[in-house]
C-alpha cells in the first residue's frame, strides 16, 4: 500500500483513494462530499466507461433504435438531427440501458448471447477505466492544481479482477498510486440493497461463467425457454446471489491490496477532516 501507516497518512501532501465495494453503500456520496470542500478531484469509473470506452456502443444502440421508427430513420438518413448520450456522474442511464437484462424481447429483454457480448464489452471497458485513475490522479495535480484525488469505482470492480493474483494488472495499477478502500456493509445494508433492488431492479454486469451459472439455472427452475424469460424477474432472482458472489471477493481485495471501513462509518463522515481521520484509524 502506498500508505503504510496513520503517520504516512496524514503527512502525505498529496492523498489518493480508491473507493470500492457494493453500490448504494456510500462510494459516490463519499465522493461528493470530499469533492464539496474544494480540495478533492472526483473520478468516476462508470462514467469514465460509459464515456471513453461504451461511448460508441451507447449510442449505436440509440441510432439502431430510432432507425425503426420511420420519421426519424429518414432525419438520421439526411443527416437532420445527431444522437447523443448525456450521461453524467449522477445519471448513468444510457450505459445501463445499453447493458440491459437477457430475456424476452416484448418485455424489454434481449437475447442472451447479445447480452453476453455486452458485457464482455463492459468487462473490457471497466478494466481500462479502472487503470486510467492513476493517469487522471496526475492529470488532476498537474493541470487542475487538485492536492487530493478519489477514485469511485463501479461497483463491479471485484468480477473483472483476481485478488488473489499478484500480478493482477488492475488492482496493480490502481494500488501503485492510490489507496483502495472497501466501504464494508453490514447484514442490515445488505437487505435494504436488496429491497430497493426488487423494486427497482437495473442491469448488472456479471463475470461469465458465473452468469452462465445462474441462466442455466433459473431457466431450469422455471421450466422454460431462455426467449420465454422475464428480464425483471431474472435480475431480481439472481441479486442475492450476485452480492453473496460479490461478498469475499470484496473481502480478499480489503485483505491484500488495501483497507476496509464500515459502511456505518462513512454514514457519520461531514468532511475530508472526518474522512482523514477514518482512514487513519484504519491504518492505525
Not at 135 to 161: M, W
Request: aromatic letters at 12%.
Amino acid at each position: 500500500m502506498i500508505y503504510k501507516t496513520a503517520q504516512d497518512w496524514m503527512r502525505a501532501e498529496h492523498k489518493r483513494v480508491a473507493l470500492f465495494g457494493m453500490s448504494g453503500l456510500g462510494k459516490t456520496h463519499l465522493s461528493n462530499l470530499l469533492r464539496s470542500g474544494g480540495d478533492w478531484f472526483h473520478y468516476s469509473v462508470d462514467f469514465r466507461i460509459g464515456t471513453r470506452y461504451m461511448g460508441e456502443h451507447i449510442v449505436d444502440n440509440f441510432k439502431r433504435e430510432a432507425m425503426r421508427n420511420p420519421f426519424l430513420r429518414e432525419l438520421l438518413m439526411s443527416d437532420s438531427i445527431y444522437i447523443a448520450s448525456n450521461i453524467t456522474f449522477n445519471n448513468l442511464a444510457p450505459l445501463s440501458t445499453y447493458l440491459g437484462k437477457p430475456g424476452n424481447p416484448d418485455k424489454g429483454g434481449i437475447p442472451f448471447e447479445e447480452y453476453v457480448v455486452r458485457q464482455r464489452q463492459h468487462r473490457e471497458a471497466e478494466q481500462a477505466a479502472t487503470r486510467d485513475a492513476a493517469l487522471f490522479a496526475n492529470k488532476a495535480r498537474q493541470i487542475y492544481g487538485y492536492p487530493h484525488f478519489v477514485a469511485d469505482t463501479s461497483g463491479s470492480l471485484c468480477e473483472v479482477v483476481d485478488p488473489s493474483d499478484a500480478d493482477d494488472p488492475v488492482l496493480g495499477s490502481l494500488s501503485e498510486d492510490l489507496l483502495p478502500i472497501w466501504i464494508r456493509g453490514a447484514e442490515d445494508h445488505i437487505e435494504t440493497l436488496a429491497a430497493r433492488f426488487d423494486k427497482a431492479p437495473k442491469p448488472m454486469y456479471y463475470r461469465e461463467d458465473f452468469l452462465r451459472d445462474i441462466w442455466s439455472s433459473y431457466c431450469a427452475e422455471r421450466g422454460i425457454d431462455e426467449r420465454d424469460v422475464d428480464p425483471d424477474d431474472f435480475i431480481r432472482w439472481g441479486f442475492r446471489q450476485l452480492m453473496a458472489h460479490r461478498l469475499p471477493l470484496y473481502e480478499a481485495i480489503a485483505a491484500q491490496w488495501g483497507i476496509t471501513v464500515d459502511a456505518d462509518a462513512v454514514a457519520t463522515l461531514r468532511d475530508a477532516s472526518d474522512f482523514e481521520a477514518l482512514i487513519a484509524q484504519s491504518l492505525g
